[in-house]
């Protein structure tokens, strides 16, 4: 375990009374907590923006009904085929499913394949969500 390090950081109040309502609705036990993992998704969105090699789900709500789009998707992620880890398959009713992707790989090519999954005709809604492999992050 690394050693602790304490420094002191000055805020307007209004700003730390703001903060403490975002702990106290996300249940953080104290302020530290809440600033790790603020440094945290910083660094991670760093890792994105840099074209490394991070990890990543792309989640897809579309109408199977909709002609060719399961073709469509299919094709894209055979594209994109040594980005993909795995998939989930829901069927959510008679009409839509939902499939969630999780992906691995330079952000730059996650993002193409995201944007090219979700831009594919009859897929109602989609969203890339970020993360990290945990490398790069203490």
Known sequence: MSQLV??????????LAAFDQHITRKGYQNRS???RDLIRNQLVG??????????GTITLVYDHHQSDV????????????KQIISNLHVH?????????????GRSSALVD???LLIKTKGVKHGQLTMTTTGKAVK
């Open 6 to 15: 304490r420094f002191g950081v000055s805020l307007e109040e209004p700003l």
């Open 33 to 35: 907590e809440a600033i």
């Open 46 to 55: 760093e890792e994105w923006g840099g074209n490394k090699e991070t990890v």
């Open 70 to 81: 399961l073709q469509q998707l299919t094709h894209h992620q055979h594209e994109y085929g």
């Open 92 to 104: 959510l009713d008679h009409d839509h499913c939902l499939e969630v992707i999780v992906v691995k």
């Open 113 to 115: 394949l995201a944007n």
